[in-house]
């Protein structure tokens, strides 16, 4: 995974379990941290455990996947069927 800034490969520093952290276990599992050896920007993705991805069809998931769609659309000119 290249730097969002600069392009340079970034380095893995580390992952954290959310699993048993209550603000966070029923959303993600897994934090990642990232960081860039060039310009020292950081990232961290937040990985979605399995039962939360499958969940992800519910009525106000769906209506929030059409809402980016629709400005995707937007931006293409596009409109939505
Ligand atoms: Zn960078």
Redesign the pocket.
């Known amino acids: 995974m290249n ?1 969002y ?2 392009g ?1 490969e970034l380095i893995h520093t580390g992952d954290t379990r959310l699993d048993n952290d209550d603000e966070y276990r029923d959303i993600y599992d897994m934090v990642t941290f990232l960081k ?1 050896p ?2 020292a ?1 950081t990232v961290e993705t937040y990985r979605r455990p399995i039962h939360v991805i499958s969940k992800l069809h519910t009525a106000r998931e769906k209506m929030l996947v059409n809402f980016l769609l629709a400005v995707v659309l937007w931006g293409t000119g596009s409109t939505v069927e």
């Open positions: 730097c800034y600069c340079t860039c060039r310009c920007a």
